[in-house]
């Protein structure tokens, strides 16, 4: 299952429900209509997936964020990406949530170093470090830190 290219998302999270169901890990989405792709992390890696499925959530996080993927699925439809599990990750029940964050995050980042994926809107994972914002977003973000509503 590691490393294997299931064709169709949708079709792909529903075969792989009782090995994705409460498992944490590392996933890649590709593109199959122009090889793009993206690297996410989960603590539910089926729940995540089925986000990612949603037309309904797609649309609400791109009114929060210029989330490519997002836009991406929309445009493409999920039946149009594939999915690759390239780890799953253990996170022991003793590990406390910094800890548990902190283990999916640089597992993630390995892999977007080594596969340099397209979709992923910031080069660090789990963070904005690096990320280039539009004037727009800048400006509120400046309003919001001086108390002041954005427009």
């Known amino acids: 299952m590691i490393n294997k290219e299931y ?3 949708k079709l792909a999270r529903e075969l792989l429900k009782k090995e994705l169901k409460n498992k944490a890990g590392i996933y890649q989405l590709i ?7 993206y690297i996410g992390s989960s603590v539910n890696l089926y729940g995540r997936l089925g986000q990612h499925c949603s037309e309904k959530n797609n649309k609400k996080q791109l009114l929060k964020s210029k989330s490519m993927i997002c836009k991406a699925l929309l445009k493409y439809g999920p039946e ?3 999915l690759v599990i390239l780890e799953f990750i ?4 003793y590990l ?3 800890e548990k964050r902190t283990r999916i995050i640089s ?5 977007m170093d080594e596969k340099k994926p397209h979709y992923n809107v ?3 994972a789990g963070s904005n470090l690096g990320r280039i914002f539009d004037e727009k977003v800048r400006s509120n973000m400046s309003l919001a830190k001086k108390g002041q509503p954005s427009h």
Do not use: A, V, W
């Open 7 to 9: 064709k169709n998302l």
């Open 96 to 98: 406390g949530t910094i």
């Open 107 to 111: 597992s993630q980042q390995y892999f």
């Open 122 to 124: 910031n080069p660090t």
């Open 31 to 37: 593109n199959m209509e122009n090889g793009k792709s």
């Open 80 to 82: 149009n990406f594939s």
């Open 90 to 93: 253990n996170l022991d029940g």
